[in-house]
Structure formats: structure tokens, C-alpha cells
């Protein structure tokens, strides 16, 4: 909710403004930071004061930002198959989120943590990002694209529509 609601308020500043984004979901430094670099806004940072987050971005300065959308997806009902053919799901999902519900043998890795795991992944193997609407899944998958995975497929709608079996860790 926190890029929704952050993408609204940016379309009313002016050219190099900040806006401040508070949050409480630990999520959210992952999702905006993301966000901001894949639309071109500078992101300042964050700062945590009794539980509740502060985010800063800067409005860039073209006239008209364009969020970039990574082109490779597939839909939620042929992930069971792709993945039997030897793909594997990558969960870039909070931990808290994966615990409550998940795609039996996904691999967890939230979103904030990939950069620093990339070694988890095998860039030979297909991988099938998803999240819980699509938005941090097509973020992770345009990160994994840049760093050389080019079996790189985001789910669409996500979890947040997924009917198949789930799994849970609590």
C-alpha cells in the first residue's frame, strides 16, 4: 500500500521536492526503495524512530517518470506446470507473509534481501518471482535481469489470487 499511496502524493510535487512516507511495515524499505529506483526518483533513505518507519525520496526532474514493467510473466494457473519442468518459485514476500501461506518448495528470499543472495541462484535455472500482487515480484525480476538471470519470469496476479495448495510455517 505504501507505493500506492506514494506515487499519488509524488504527482503533486514539483521537481526535486521530498516527500516523507511513513510506514510500519519492515517490508516497505525494501518495496519503495525498489520502487523509486525502478521510476527514477532519487531515494534518500530511512529512519526508524518507536516502530514507525520514515522514508524520503526526491522527485526527480523529468516532467514525466514512466515505470519500467519487466516483460517476461506468466499467469498464476501455468506456474504449477512451468515449475514441474524444472523452474523453480522464488517468494520475494516478507518473511512474515511467507510464513502465513506459500507455494510448496517456493524459495524464500524477500525482496530487501536479494541483492546480497544472488549466489542462492542458479542463472541457468527458470525462475518464477512472485509476491503478493505482482509490483515487488516485477521489481526483483527486473533486478535478477540485470544481474545476468535471463530465465527470469514474473507471476501475475500472485499470491494474492493464487487457488492452488499452500504451504505454512507456523
Not at 11 to 33: F, R, Y
Not at 141 to 166: C, R
Request: aromatic share 8%; proline share 2%; net charge negative.
Amino acid at each position: 500500500m505504501p507505493i500506492v499511496k506514494t506515487k499519488t502524493a509524488m504527482n503533486d510535487l514539483t521537481d526535486g521536492q521530498i516527500l516523507e512516507v511513513q510506514a510500519t511495515d519492515k517490508g516497505s524499505i525494501a518495496d519503495l526503495k525498489a520502487w523509486a529506483e525502478s521510476v527514477g526518483h532519487q531515494y534518500i533513505g530511512t529512519i526508524e524512530d518507536h516502530g514507525v518507519l520514515f522514508h524520503f525520496i526526491r522527485k526527480n526532474g523529468d516532467a514525466e517518470v514512466t515505470e519500467k514493467k519487466f516483460e517476461q510473466t506468466i499467469q498464476n494457473d501455468e506456474l504449477l506446470e512451468r515449475v514441474s519442468n524444472g523452474g523453480i518459485v522464488l517468494d520475494v514476500r516478507e518473511q512474515a507473509e511467507y510464513a502465513f501461506g506459500h507455494i510448496e518448495g517456493a524459495k524464500s528470499i524477500p525482496l530487501g534481501e536479494l541483492e546480497e543472495r544472488l549466489v542462492e541462484l542458479t542463472k541457468d535455472q527458470e525462475i518464477y518471482v512472485i509476491c503478493r500482487t505482482g509490483k515487488r515480484s516485477d521489481l526483483a525480476a527486473q533486478k535478477l535481469f540485470e544481474k545476468g538471470f535471463t530465465k527470469v519470469y514474473n507471476v501475475l496476479p500472485g499470491m494474492s489470487s493464487w487457488n492452488g495448495p499452500l504451504e505454512k510455517n507456523i
